[in-house]
């Protein structure tokens, strides 16, 4: 089959590529705008890129165009179409379908899907989920919105059906697997396991479900809900009705692992579950830590099953791997082996990457780009260089919730971590320097790539830690931040 994928650079639509193109498929695709690390991948995998959605590219008569939610019937203001690629899909009555559709038909049937849904925290969740199921060995596939730095690659298809992976030397073994269901490795009714970062984004134009209910997973992770999307969504009660139809989705013998500390889940499940429900977080859910984020012990219902010591941090992160633990549980990992499997996690790209450090300097990567998000990612760096240290948040408001300017309020306190921000107002529409007023002289803003850069340059000192914040490539701000400190 040829898949010619438009937006195929989104981290979704990328991974779905290469998925495919495992799988034997010959892979096209086009988009506006190419950034590190998914543009990097496609390459990695000889995947076509053709800049721009130009109608022309019907001559390649693939034998379907995926469409990604980039996608648009939208004018620009001369009254063409801002996709003609798209318009001449319909006029001809080509096939087309959606990115979940298209993996639920072709990846996911047949196989135990574990889907990572929540507003924070899916990419890292989903990657730490996946990881402690290999080191398990039960190989599985996967789907993250990033590049995992334990696997290299954003997806793969993982164990075959039929084919039942054994634990490698040195590996966890694995428990029995949960009443209701047959082990995972005996390729019975559950099938070979297959873990997503379920999105509550809609599909695609034609179709405006969240991209999760296409997934029907049978083991689901509610991380954590509050408002965002602002530009498909009217409220959170809107997104919890999305929420609510996953939980539709789950079978009787699933299991659904929600944060205990959440009010707006325990309203999702209060309008209906008919599967297990694990919790965490809570002093009274199932699975809750003792101690620090960078060494806890796990409690399971008030009993110790096993200990976490590794090198993240912030408390986000520690709920994190309590959510993997208990969705690991239910395919018959068990928590101790789960526990030892993310000792050797290593994070994923664009998560608090060190991009370089220059004169005692550090520049970090990471993707936060809603102010909760901030927040956590800044009170994590926090509690690992200390109180003494400086740290200058370095962000832009991408998303298109940010944009909006709908949580521009919320902003100045997701920032209480930071002893300096500096904002790029380039590409909004609301007053920057006023959101941030409440900060006085902590907080600049700057219209442009090369002027924020200039500031913040002129701002550090050695021993400083620089956090780059952005949903985006960020105009490559951490290569050239790194540059003009390296000529101080």
């Known amino acids: 089959m040829h898949l010619h994928i438009l937006g195929i650079c989104g981290t979704f639509m990328g991974g779905l590529a290469a998925l495919a193109r495992e799988a034997g498929h010959t892979v096209t695709g086009c988009d506006a705008g190419v950034y590190p690390p998914m543009s990097d991948q496609l390459r990695a995998l000889g995947i076509e890129l053709i800049e721009g959605f130009d109608a022309s590219q019907m001559a390649l008569k693939p034998d379907v165009f995926v469409v990604g939610n980039v996608v648009s019937r939208a004018r620009k203001p001369d009254g063409t179409p801002k996709f003609p690629l798209m318009e001449a899909i319909l006029d001809a009555g080509a096939p087309y379908t959606s990115g979940p559709q298209w993996l639920a038909e072709h990846v996911l049937q047949g196989r135990h899907v574990l889907a990572v849904a929540g507003t924070h925290g899916k990419t890292t969740t989903t990657s730490m989920l996946a990881w402690v199921l290999e080191e398990a060995g039960l190989q599985p596939g996967f789907l993250v919105g990033g590049v995992p730095v334990n696997f290299g690659v954003s997806a793969r298809l993982g164990q075959g059906a039929g084919c039942a992976p054994s634990a490698a030397p040195g590996r966890p073994k694995q428990a029995s697997a949960p009443s209701g269901g047959s082990d995972p490795r005996s390729g019975g009714a559950w099938g070979p396991t297959f873990v997503i970062e379920a999105d509550e984004y809609d599909t695609a134009f034609f179709d405006k479900r969240s991209k999760f209910v296409h997934y029907r997973p049978r083991t689901a992770i509610l991380n954590n809900l509050e408002f965002d999307h602002a530009d498909i969504f009217d409220d959170l009660a809107a997104i919890e009705r999305q929420f609510h139809h996953l939980v539709r989705t789950v079978p009787s013998t699933g299991r659904v692992v929600v944060n205990g500390l959440e009010e707006s889940l325990a309203r999702v499940l209060h309008a209906g579950c008919w599967s297990e429900v694990r919790s965490f977080g809570s002093a009274v859910s199932d699975f809750t830590a003792e101690g620090g984020p960078g060494h806890f012990d796990v409690l399971e219902r008030g009993l110790r099953v096993a200990t976490v010591d590794w090198t993240l941090g912030g408390v986000h992160n520690q709920l994190n791997a309590l959510a993997a633990i208990a969705a690991a549980q239910h395919v018959g990992v068990d928590p101790a082996g789960a526990a030892r499997a993310l000792g050797r996690f290593q994070n994923v790209k664009r998560r ?64 209480d971590h930071a002893d300096l921000a500096f904002c790029h107002s380039g590409g909004i529409d609301w007053d920057a320097r006023a959101a941030l007023a409440p900060m006085g002289e902590r907080a600049l803003v700057a219209d442009a790539i090369d002027t924020l850069v200039t500031q913040v340059a002129a701002a550090a000192r050695p021993g400083d830690h620089i956090l780059c914040m952005s949903n985006g490539g960020f105009g490559g701000v951490h290569g050239k931040l790194l540059q003009a400190l390296s000529r101080q």
């Open 352 to 415: 608090m990457e060190v991009r370089g450090t220059v004169n005692g300097i550090t520049v970090y990567d990471d993707f936060a780009h809603h102010p909760t998000a901030i927040r956590t990612t800044l009170d994590g760096l926090r509690r690992q260089v200390g109180a003494g240290a400086r740290i200058l948040a370095v962000f832009e408001p991408r998303s298109n919730t940010m944009k909006l300017g709908t949580m521009k309020s919320q902003l100045p306190a997701s920032l």
